[in-house]
């Protein structure tokens, strides 16, 4: 008996997947582009034709259309009747000047990042990251004000989902002192104090930061409710709290120094007092979360020591500090929450 081709044949995979993975960064890119040229925050104030977005961005005729077209395919932008409007997607976060603006990101990306993963492959090889030699990423940034008030948008895109959770994690009420440890401007100290009038806060970050501080705090009208205090977290010691918190800074350091860190805030809390870390953690089997473990060898790209972690990880290192870890969840984007708390 003879088969026919078609009921023996398995299905041929389809590249497309790969083809899209190959071409990914054309859609970076292009939303970088875009926030440069500050299209979602032209169209915020309610659509426009093609010749009218080119006058208001300064755009070329030659490219316009293909890049105006691409956003609409990328769900960024709608087009009707030749009109371009913000999709409901862009209109919600990826207009500047807006609570829960996220497009610092890309422009973080745009600034700091892009350039230098086009020499992936080199750190690959050598193990080296992609910045001058000698030069820290934190105070090179520092000394470029438009990039670091990016990189500030980039880090508070988040605050408000991140303060509500820290809302359902912790009992505010009974907490004094609170001490965010690179705390950058001030803005995540400051969503926390405002919702609890029992509460100051104290943000430890390095000088260059102290202006963008004073101008978010400032603004918040919470001058008096939260302090500066510049420091060098690694060296510096951390003051007493009732409650601290390690965002985004375990993954910038090496293990030693992250040890270090939580069992120095071990020493400083205030007994029953809580300890909440994230970042970007990598899921405990390393081999689900993509943009997490792209973003570790994003960190060995521009740092010497740092990388992504595991939440078993960081659960090892509180409790040979001599915490007891008190949850573990998902936070807003890619990053992972661990609270623990010092016994009372
Ligand atoms: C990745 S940002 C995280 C900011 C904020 N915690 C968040 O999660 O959005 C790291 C912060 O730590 C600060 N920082 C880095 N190294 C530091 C050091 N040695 N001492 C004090 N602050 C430092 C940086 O200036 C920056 O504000």
């Avoid at 976060?93 to 890309?106: C, I, N, Q």
């Avoid at 020499?119 to 690959?124: A, G, I, N, S, V």
């Avoid at 992504?308 to 960081?314: G, R, V």
């Avoid at 659960?315 to 009372?344: H, Q, S």
Wanted: hydrophobic share 45%; glycine share 8%.
């Amino acid at each position: 008996m003879s088969t026919s081709p078609a009921s023996t044949a398995t299905a041929e995979p389809d590249p497309l997947p790969v083809i899209e993975l190959a071409m990914a960064f054309y859609g970076s890119r292009a939303l970088m582009s875009a926030l440069e040229l500050g299209v979602f925050t032209a169209l915020a104030d309610g659509g426009a034709d093609r010749s009218l977005l080119e006058e208001k961005l300064g755009l070329h005729p030659r490219t316009s259309q293909d890049f105006l077209d691409s956003l609409v395919a990328l769900r960024l932008l709608t087009r009707e009747d030749g009109r371009y409007a913000n999709s409901a997607l862009a209109e919600r976060f990826l207009v500047r000047g807006r609570d829960g603006y996220v497009g610092g990101f890309a422009e973080m990306g745009s600034a700091s990042l892009y350039p230098v993963w086009g020499k992936l492959t080199d750190t690959l090889r050598t193990g080296e990251p992609q910045i001058p030699a000698g030069s820290n990423f934190f105070e090179g940034l520092y000394q470029r004000p438009e990039a670091a008030r990016k990189f500030m948008d980039a880090m508070d895109a988040f605050n408000a989902d991140i303060a509500a959770t820290l809302e359902e994690l912790a009992d505010w009420s009974a907490c004094a002192t609170l001490t965010d440890v690179g705390g950058a401007r001030g803005d995540l100290a400051a969503r926390l104090v405002s919702a609890h009038p029992q509460l100051s806060a104290t943000c430890m970050d390095l000088p260059g930061v102290q202006p963008l501080f004073d101008e978010r705090v400032g603004e918040a009208g919470l001058a008096d409710r939260v302090a500066f205090h510049s420091a060098d977290f690694v060296h510096d010691p951390l003051p007493a709290s009732d409650a601290f918190i390690f965002g985004h800074i375990l993954h910038g350091r090496d293990l030693d120094q992250r040890q270090d860190l939580i069992d120095r805030a071990y020493a400083a809390l205030s007994p029953g007092g809580s300890l909440f870390i994230y970042d970007r953690m990598i899921d405990d089997n390393r081999n689900t979360k993509a943009l997490s473990l792209l973003g570790s060898l994003g960190m060995a790209l521009v740092s010497r020591i740092g990388s992504e972690y595991t939440p078993a990880d960081c659960r090892r290192w509180l409790e040979r500090a001599g915490f007891e870890v008190v949850a573990v969840r998902p936070l807003a984007a890619t990053d992972t929450i661990v609270v623990a708390r010092k016994p009372a």
